[in-house]
């Protein structure tokens, strides 16, 4: 059965460096989606992705985020300059064009120390 | 913007017992999600409703959209210790690639 996948599983990074977190999404689906969970909260929106640019964004998703496909398979998510409250898991998922069911992946846990 | 309120926050049932878990919008409903999510994993999907009065069921996990009152039920019978996790809740605006917007959740935990 088809699944999102995301790399690394965990990542530990110092404050102020940039990470890059990587997600492949169902082969067939057009929607691609980030969403990220802080320890005990509520998992949150942060962007979405058609056809090439972000269609959708929450306030969470400043400047110094970014997302990219930069090739057929692959989406991603930068954080450019992290902060502590960076911390948290860091979901990717997909959905499909006739379908609105979104897949979720198994996210990935930023640490930022 | 969208708020989603589930009940009960936590529910500790018996192997074998039935149980609901309720989640409720402040807004209309039109795409309503279901999943379960293990303690530091990642979502899986169970189920979607998009009409009122719609109901859907997958193995002996049944769940129900009521527009009116802007909610959605999800019952578990004979509930049995797979089914322990964080059920949460999430709505969408309607159209395809939404944004989804989460409830707190439910944790669930089954004794054998």
């Known amino acids: 059965e088809p699944e999102v996948t995301q790399t690394p599983s965990h990542q530990v990074t110092q404050m102020g460096q940039e990470v890059i977190l990587r997600c492949v999404p169902i082969?067939?689906?057009?929607?691609f989606y980030w969403y990220r969970q802080i320890l005990g909260q509520k998992v949150e929106f942060l962007v979405s992705f058609y056809n090439n640019e972000i269609s959708e964004k929450s306030e969470i998703f400043d400047d110094q985020f970014s997302v990219e496909r930069p090739d057929g398979s692959n989406f991603t998510l930068k954080i450019r300059s992290t902060k502590l409250e960076d911390s948290a898991m860091y979901f990717c998922?997909?959905?499909?064009?006739?379908?609105?069911?979104?897949?979720f992946g198994p996210g990935t846990r930023l640490t930022v120390t | 913007s969208q708020e989603l309120e589930q009940s009960p926050q936590s529910l500790i049932v018996q192997e074998g017992k039935n149980l609901t878990i309720n989640c409720t919008s402040s807004?209309?409903?039109?795409?309503l999600y279901w999943y379960k999510q293990k303690y530091g994993e990642g979502l899986i999907f169970l189920m979607m409703l998009q009409k009122g009065g719609e109901e859907k069921s997958h193995e002996k996990i049944t769940a129900k959209l009521d527009e009116k009152k802007q909610q959605s039920s999800l019952h578990i019978t004979a509930s049995q210790p797979s089914h322990a996790g964080i059920y949460l809740c999430g709505a969408d605006k309607g159209n395809a690639g939404n944004m989804l917007t989460f409830g707190g959740g439910t944790r669930l935990m089954v004794k054998p």
């Open positions: 082969s067939n689906h057009l929607y």
């Open positions: 998922a997909s959905s499909g064009d006739r379908t609105y069911e979104q897949y």
């Open positions: 807004k209309t409903l039109y795409g």
